[in-house]
């Protein structure tokens, strides 16, 4: 790979604005793909996002901006997709370009809802690019806070490392450290599960729960993300690293977190229908709730999974909150 590269991401919410401003930090041109003719007119004409982190200025001569998917897969060498996974099927739908030959960055933090595939084995499967073609964007690295500068990590995981150097090298400042990993497939499954695991500590505090069971559910929460990677795919890792532990400590913590507010308003009585009407961004792991438990299910022996279980029968099977989180007090050590 070469600096001559070009780079388009995909998608205008928080995490997509906050890559393209990472992104123009290290390049001369970025191309950003939004589906609304609105948000693109407004970043045109007041340089800035109307939606989502609009703090954050942009130089216009660095943005090839585009409402055509097709340009801008197009244009670009390296493309990026930060589209909620609800609504990547449909987006991906509208493409006609062959970017088998190109090479794919998942920053979608879900799983693509419609075949319970991952988002790189989706771009394989159904769009032929091959495994070593396709990297994976983790944490710990919140949005809010990549627009604030403040100092944050970045784990970026791709078969080749060669090609994981690079996207790590554009995406690296001041303010941004990067490190590359080989484990695509368990650093996209841990992206996906700590919006689970997000939803329950938010749902605990919701509930009253203090600070002493939220240790204890994060402390469990690792430990069933461990066996639950493991049982998708097993290899020699290190769930303490930060794309494992440290992302799923600051989703599961922080107050930027959605995840962790969508299952706040849960814990205090919000239906599932108003708590996502009233938030304003989409909340991946109320999704990542459901493939995770079907993923589950469908394997022969089952892994022990208490509190994605108690996350799913909430959201998807209408249980009581107060009784769930009762039930699993006494699952937990």
Partial sequence: MSNQQKYAVFGAGSWATAIVKMLCENLPEVGWYMRSVYTKEHL??????????????????????????????????????????????????KLTVDISGKTIVSA????????????????????????????????????????????SYLTISCADSKKAKEIAKNLSSDYIKTKISDDIIGTEYAVMLKNIYAIAAGIAHGLGYGDNFQSVLMSNAIREMKRFIKKMHKMKRNINNSAYLGDLLVTGYSVFSRNRMFGNM?????????????MSMIAEGYYATKSAHLLNEKNKNKTKLPIIDAVYDILYEGKDPKKTFKKLTEMLD
């Fill in 44 to 93: 045109l004409r007041e340089q800035h996002n109307p939606n989502y982190l609009s703090s954050v200025e942009f130089h216009l001569e660095q943005l090839k901006l585009s409402n055509d998917i097709n340009e801008m897969a197009a244009y670009a060498d390296v493309l990026i997709f930060v589209i909620p996974s609800a609504f990547m099927h449909s987006e991906l739908e």
């Fill in 108 to 151: 979608v933090k879900g799983i693509m809802p419609e075949s319970g595939l991952l988002v790189g084995e989706h771009f394989n499967q159904v769009y032929h690019v091959p495994f070593e073609n396709i990297a994976v964007i983790a944490g710990p690295c919140h949005a809010e806070e990549v627009a604030l500068e403040r100092l």
């Fill in 266 to 278: 849960i814990g205090k009585g919000y239906t599932v229908k108003s708590a996502q009407m009233e």
